[in-house]
T-cell receptor
């Protein structure tokens, strides 16, 4: 079945360590996005990519990095520079031209201790 | 920059009663508008969307929403709520000129009383 797969579902890391969250899609979508969700704050955009080998910062990019080497993959690295990394992270994708409907993965809950 | 406001953080409704969730947006032109639903610990599922045309749109699970340009609103409604509708609901705005990014409201959590 087509869809977006995020892994792992739960992730625990020690403070000061970098961690990479995986996002893979087989929908043949050009655009991919990373959102962060905190209670009561809705979803905030971290990074997005409209095409392979290109990506742009969203509203809260500090302390995060991404790559887009393949159309189907858009991993997110949470670096030690991110001050409050504990959150629920959601990956999404959409057809880039015109239709902006986004499809979401099931999310990764990151806990930094 | 565009923004989305969902004034109600929590709403409690009895099963079988009607439900209306409010959404207001701020943007100079007509954006693309969406409603998503999220169950605890899960991703977001699209309920319905508005791109253009008829301002009353029908979605899945018996939901509908009405776009009112004069009020910059896109309120979500359901005539009769089921216990399975308990979830968090997000309104979102998409603007093609902004790279098709979505801007989300803060969400409304719906509790359903038996």
């Amino acid at each position: 079945d087509g869809g977006i797969t995020q892994s792992p579902k739960y992730l625990f890391r020690k403070e000061g360590q970098n961690v990479t969250l995986s996002c893979e899609q087989n929908l043949n979508h050009d655009a991919m996005y990373w959102y962060r969700q905190d209670p009561g704050q809705g979803l905030r955009l971290i990074y997005y990519s409209q095409i392979v080998n290109d990506f742009q910062k969203g509203d809260i990019a500090e302390g995060y990095s991404v790559s887009r080497e393949k159309k189907e993959s858009f991993p997110l690295t949470v670096t030690s520079a991110q001050k409050n990394p504990t959150a629920f992270y959601l990956c999404a994708s959409s057809i880039n031209t015109g239709n902006t409907e986004a499809f979401f993965g099931q999310g990764t809950r990151l806990t930094v201790v | 920059a565009q923004s989305v406001t969902q004034p109600d953080i929590h709403i409690t409704v009895s099963e079988g009663a009607s439900l209306e969730l409010r959404c207001n947006y701020s943007y100079g032109a007509t954006p693309y508008l969406f409603w998503y639903v999220q169950s605890p610990g899960q991703g977001l599922q699209l309920l319905l969307k508005y791109f253009s045309g008829d301002t009353l749109v029908q979605g899945i699970k018996g939901f509908e929403a009405e776009f009112k340009r004069s009020q910059s609103s896109f309120n979500l409604r359901k005539p009769s709520v089921h216990w399975s509708d308990a979830a968090e609901y997000f309104c979102a705005v998409g603007i093609k000129a902004a790279g098709n990014k979505l801007t989300f409201g803060g969400g409304t959590r719906v509790l359903v009383k038996p």
